[in-house]
């Protein structure tokens, strides 16, 4: 089975200074590696995702991520926080190909950032 | 292309009463996808179709609920004798067939309070 854990369901951060979500993964299989984000009361937008090839994953809007089996994470980062990125963030694991693409979540980390 | 869309974004409801939700994929994906939100949760996986055949069921969907997608284009999600356990956002997301990482694509989500 898989499964995500996100650590800390709450990071704060200043505009400007540098963003840094959590992410650990289980997996049997080699994954396919997701982050969302969700804005308040709307569905979920992707921001990237690892399926094979450069662990270092770019995403919109200055996300990226990087794959690291070693220590089974895939850590979201952006240099530089905006206001308008303030939002929950979900990080996900599915099968790959081999599988049928159900995707697994995590509790979520919403981001504040102020001014 | 218009993206996953999804009806009504928000419906109140008496318990014991039914609810049924629709959706409708991005045109030609194959795969359709329900998942339940609750506060403060990640997603979690309910069903997918592949086509019009329903191919998994989790066990989080009781008896109550009974998903279609009858044509192998949009697809109805009934809820049958509600209880406020049921209060949540229920996403829809759709993809193309497995390979090469396709990306699933969420809705803007229904809300659902059973009062």
């Known amino acids: 089975a898989q499964s995500v854990t996100q650590l800390g369901s709450h990071v704060s951060v200043s505009e400007g200074a540098l963003v840094l979500l959590r992410c650990n993964y289980s997996s049997s299989v080699p994954p396919y590696l997701f982050w969302y984000v969700q804005y308040p009361n709307q569905g979920l937008q992707l921001l990237l995702k690892?399926?094979?090839?450069?662990?270092l994953v770019k995403g919109i809007n200055g996300f990226e991520a990087e794959f690291k089996k070693s220590e089974t994470s895939f850590h979201l980062t952006k240099p530089s926080a905006h206001m308008s990125d303030a939002a929950e963030y979900f990080c996900?694991?599915?099968?790959?190909?081999?599988?049928?693409?159900?995707?697994?979540f995590g509790t979520g980390t919403r981001l504040l950032v102020s001014p | 292309d218009t993206g996953v869309s999804q009806d009504p974004r928000h419906k109140i409801t008496k318990r014991g009463q039914n609810v049924t939700f629709r959706c409708d994929p991005i045109s030609e994906h194959n795969r359709l996808y329900w998942y339940r939100q609750t506060l403060g949760q990640g997603p979690e996986f309910l069903t997918y179709?592949?086509?019009?055949?329903?191919?998994?069921k989790s066990r989080l969907l009781s008896d109550r609920f009974s998903a279609e997608r009858p044509k192998g284009s949009f697809s109805t999600l009934e809820i049958q004798r509600t209880e406020q356990g049921d209060s949540a956002m229920y996403l829809c997301a759709s993809s193309l067939l497995p390979g090469s990482g396709n990306t699933i694509y969420f809705g803007e989500g229904s809300w659902l309070t059973v009062v």
């Open positions: 690892y399926t094979t090839g450069a662990t």
């Open positions: 996900a694991v599915s099968e790959g190909d081999t599988g049928f693409q159900k995707l697994v």
């Open positions: 179709f592949q086509n019009e055949a329903q191919l998994e």
